[in-house]
């Protein structure tokens, strides 16, 4: 249930849009590596594959040349426990009123067990929350032959965190909840003068990857429909007013650095980030140092503001997959030599400040610190570009039970000595907000523990599928 997905739509009349969403797809592989999927319409029928397995292992030459047509959605997703669920791939469809329709999702609803209810979904026949929310829409099809008019009458009942791309065979649309939780941005293929077609995205360099040029964000609360007159907003009569609240953690860690969100470019962020951490927990060393990948432009920053000299004391393996989805310690501890291995003559008999994004369960860090040690290091001082991560998340960033939290039971001092550093320090909430320098407002929840939302009140029982169907095809009738 817990995913940090990528979504993509694009509608380019004219265009065969397969392969763009496949390049699309593949620029937001990092949101979700468990399972692709897309579904293509050219006009009067929508295809829909997806599959478990990363983007280029679902979709091959073969497959994108009979996917036929001008528009299309796509979706990868990640999912916390590893568990193969061929059933939670998307996008999620219903061949329903006049031409049936495909969704992708983003972030993770909060009520999704009162939803179900409202459908008569039963515990166990649940498989996802974007499932329930195909249902719903389905359900509204009886008093409405449009996709637009269903949604108006669902999204004001549907809470927690959704950026949602969804199609028939004639439109693309893309909503944002009242929050903006998750990201989803709007791009144009074309100059403004003439354009050739629009583009809806997680993060801004899947519109680059196509040749789309960015236009805006989806405002939080906005529902956009794509057709032939271009992207128009349609108001939803959401239940109450909210104030923005992008996630900070897409700041820290998820996003790509080379997205743009409120304005800002994430790599200057991170790189702010570390400036500041240098500031605020300085430490005499010789060298400072980022863990692969996402700690380094974080340790740039330190690097600069500090003074102290830059290296890379460790090389990551480009081939391997993240470490964080193992199934248990041992894996985890595992994965992570296998992913990072330290380079001994920058680091043997220096003092280092070892700079990352985040401590989880503290399995990365171990690791690193024992290579780093055992490399000839004769002092570590740990730096995290993020504060310490202590509240589960429940809008769509994948968090082990509170109980693996390693700040959420532990001190500061504890976590030194479990780790084994020499000294240690989280950036605080204040100065990863002055980091970023956005107007716009975040959900911090996972550091602060102020939820924007109410909590789920039970955890939905979901129907697992673990085999892969025999027929992994769906074609949609048209009109
Ligand atoms: P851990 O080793 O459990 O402390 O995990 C921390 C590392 O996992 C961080 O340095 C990040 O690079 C990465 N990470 C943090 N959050 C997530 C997440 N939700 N999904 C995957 N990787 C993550």
Redesign the pocket.
């Known amino acids: 249930m817990k995913e ?1 997905c990528g979504v993509f739509g694009i509608y380019a009349p004219g265009r065969k849009v397969a392969n763009l969403t496949f390049d699309g797809l593949f620029a937001l592989q990092h949101r979700g590596q468990e399972s692709a999927g897309m579904a293509v319409s050219d006009g009067n029928t929508v295809t829909v594959v997806r599959d478990m397995g990363l983007v280029a292992t679902v979709f091959d030459e073969r497959t994108l040349s009979g996917l036929q047509g001008h528009l299309a959605i796509g979706h990868t997703r ?1 999912s916390t426990h590893g568990a193969s669920d061929w059933d939670g791939a998307q996008p999620v469809y219903r061949p329903v009123g006049r031409a049936g329709f495909a969704l992708g999702h983003n972030g993770n609803l909060t009520n999704t067990t009162e939803l179900a209810e409202k459908v008569g979904m039963f515990p166990g026949s649940i498989v996802s929350d974007s499932d329930v929310v195909a249902e719903l829409l389905a359900h509204a099809f009886p008093e409405t032959e449009e996709l637009s008019a269903a949604l108006q009458a669902v999204l004001p009942i549907v809470e927690g965190a959704f950026s949602f791309v969804l199609m028939n065979t004639q439109k693309l649309f893309g909503v944002r909840d009242p929050y903006g939780f998750r990201p989803l941005c709007l791009g144009r293929l074309g100059p403004a003068d003439a354009p050739e077609g629009w583009v809806l995205a997680s993060e801004s360099p899947a519109l680059s990857v196509i040749g789309a040029s960015f236009v805006r964000e989806i405002a939080p609360g906005e529902l956009v429909v794509i057709d032939e007159e271009g992207p128009r907003s349609v108001s939803i009569p959401w239940l109450k007013e909210v104030g923005p609240r992008l996630c900070i ?1 897409e700041f820290a ?2 996003a790509r650095p080379d997205s743009k969100l409120y304005g800002r470019e994430v790599h200057a962020t991170r790189c702010r980030m570390g400036e500041l951490l240098a500031a605020q927990a300085p430490a005499e060393a010789d060298l400072v140092m980022g ?1 692969p990948e ?2 380094v432009p974080a340790a740039e920053g330190f690097a600069r503001a500090s003074g102290i000299p830059y290296g890379q004391g460790l090389v990551k393996n480009r081939y391997i997959g ?4 193992a199934p248990d310690q041992q894996a ?1 501890g595992d994965a ?1 030599r296998r992913k990072l291995n330290p380079l001994p003559e920058t680091v043997n008999g220096k003092r280092l400040v070892v700079v ?10 171990r690791s690193v610190v024992r290579m780093l040690r055992e490399a000839g290091a004769t002092e570590v001082h740990l730096r995290i570009s993020s504060p310490p991560w202590r509240w589960p998340c429940f809008y769509g ?4 039970s509170t109980d693996e939290l ?1 700040a959420a039971n532990h001190t500061i001092e504890e976590i030194t000595e479990i780790l084994g550093v020499d000294s240690l320090a989280y950036i605080s909430v204040e100065n990863l907000k002055a980091a970023i320098g956005a107007d716009g407002g975040f959900c911090d929840a996972c550091f602060t523990g102020d939820y924007p939302t109410a909590l789920p009140t039970s955890t939905p029982v979901l129907f697992r599928v673990r085999e892969k169907p025999v027929a992994y095809q769906a074609v949609l009738p048209g009109v």
């Not at 960033?397 to 082990?400: G, K, L, Q």
């Open positions: 940090a990640y953690f860690y998820i863990v996402s700690g993240r470490s964080f989805i985890r992570v990352d994004d985040s401590i989880v369960r503290g399995t990365t860090q960033i994948d968090t082990p390693l």
